[in-house]
């Protein structure tokens, strides 16, 4: 009857709210955990913008693939975006190249959009969207769907882009 599929209806909205409530909660400590790691120092003071981009700077130097991804973004976000430019695509496109799913979105969507730093390519911005979904990313799933970007690049294709992530010696 109508009324107990309203009261189930109900019952499973709450249920979804609090779970979703959970899954917030979760989500942001982990935020706030990986936000801290890069914008404060061990004793937990928080560091300023330019303190923040030179440690940012020396563990992208090293290796560090988050750092590059964060460094990326923060010169995408910057209000110079346009003049660094080849800092986006550098920091983004070493830590893709060691498979970071949220460098290889990004690098996607820069390559789709022909932003800032690359020409649009799609041929490109599927192959860094396909790597970044594989690594599990959602949004790169959701992006290529959104944007009609699922379908298979000829072996031809595929071979030449995987030399973007392991060039031929």
Do not use: C, M
């Not at 020396?58 to 560090?64: C, E, H």
């Amino acid at each position: 009857d109508i009324k107990s599929a309203l009261s189930w209806i109900k019952d499973t909205s709450k249920e979804a709210y609090e779970i979703t409530k959970e899954n917030i909660k979760k989500d942001s400590k982990t935020i706030k955990k990986v936000y801290s790691e890069f914008t404060h120092d061990r004793d937990g003071t928080p560091l300023t913008q330019q303190q923040i981009l030179k440690k940012l700077n020396i563990l992208a130097d090293k290796g560090s693939v988050k750092a590059q991804y964060y460094l990326g973004l923060a010169y995408l976000r910057g209000k110079d975006a346009y003049k660094n430019r080849d800092k986006i695509y550098k920091n983004f496109k070493q830590s893709a190249k060691n498979g970071y799913a949220s460098s290889q979105y990004e690098l996607g969507k820069l390559y789709h959009k022909g932003q800032y730093v690359v020409e649009p390519n799609e041929d490109k911005a599927i192959f860094w969207l396909q790597q970044s979904k594989l690594n599990g990313n959602k949004d790169a799933s959701k992006y290529i769907a959104e944007n009609n970007l699922d379908r298979s690049l000829d072996e031809d294709t595929q071979h030449n882009l995987k030399d973007l992530i392991n060039p031929a010696k």
